[in-house]
Antibody, heavy 121, light 105 residues
Framework: QVQLRESGPGLVKPSQTLSLTCTVSGDSISSGGYYWSWIRQHPGKGLEWIGY???????YYNPSLKSRATISVDTSKTQFSLRLTSVTAADTAVYYCARVGITIIRGITDWGQGTLVTVSS | IVLTQSPATLSLSPGERATLSCRASQSINSYLAWYQQKPGQPPRLLIY???NRATGVPARFSGSGSGTDFTLTISSLEPEDFAVYYC????????FGGGTKVEIK
């Protein structure tokens, strides 16, 4: 069974870049059939899709983030990463990495436990 | 595409039937999924493509709808079903509804 685990700093200063990594185990990122995604949840609020990437490198982003987000994949390390530039307090949230089914099960089938990132000086 | 869930809160007793609504701002065909989230946990996939139960999801959960109007029904609430439920579409990028909290009456 696939497992996903987020890692990265829990505190980021305003205007700096937030960087998170998701390590995947139990399946290969290169196996195809899935997008590898970042989703966030502001404290006490709903879910917001940030973007996703296919193992070959094609990435898609939520337009509301205005090009601040970049998702990359390292298939050799079974990891994918998120960079979010010019952060503000509004980027404080729990960040989840997740696996999104493309073909057989078209839903977000697997989630990491999430990591809280606070933007504060 | 904007997804609007109603009601925001549903107060019911165990054993009762829960009906949750999700309305899309434009047609999303059948690309609608439902998730359950409990405090401190990530969401869990319940239903995908409108009406298909995910692996391990009890039969009391069912989904229906088409076009812009979708429904998640829990036929008889169990104590572990009290949680927040989100709908999500993948017809145009990926968006979530604002959630419905099912609380104990």
């Amino acid at each position: 069974q696939v497992q996903l685990r987020e890692s990265g700093p829990g505190l980021v200063k305003p205007s700096q870049t937030l960087s998170l990594t998701c390590t995947v185990s139990g399946d290969s990122i290169s196996s195809g059939g899935y997008y590898w995604s970042w989703i966030r949840q502001h404290p006490g609020k709903g879910l917001e899709w940030i973007g996703y990437i296919y193992y070959r490198g094609s990435a898609y982003y939520n337009p509301s983030l205005k090009s601040r987000a970049t998702i990359s994949v390292d298939t050799s390390k079974t990891q994918f990463s998120l960079r979010l530039t010019s952060v503000t307090a509004a980027d404080t949230a729990v960040y989840y990495c997740a696996r999104v089914g493309i073909t057989i099960i078209r839903g977000i089938t697997d989630w990491g436990q999430g990591t809280l990132v606070t933007v504060s000086s | 595409i904007v997804l609007t869930q109603s009601p925001a809160t549903l107060s019911l007793s165990p054993g009762e039937r829960a009906t949750l609504s999700c309305r899309a701002s434009q047609s999303i065909n059948s690309y609608l999924a439902w998730y359950q989230q409990k405090p401190g946990q990530p969401p869990r996939l319940l239903i995908y493509e409108t009406s298909n139960r995910a692996t391990g999801v009890p039969a009391r959960f069912s989904g229906s709808g088409s076009g812009t109007d979708f429904t998640l029904t829990i036929s008889s609430l169990e104590p572990e079903d009290f949680a927040v439920y989100y709908c999500q579409q993948r017809s145009n990028w990926l968006t979530f509804g604002g959630g419905t909290k099912v609380e104990i009456k």
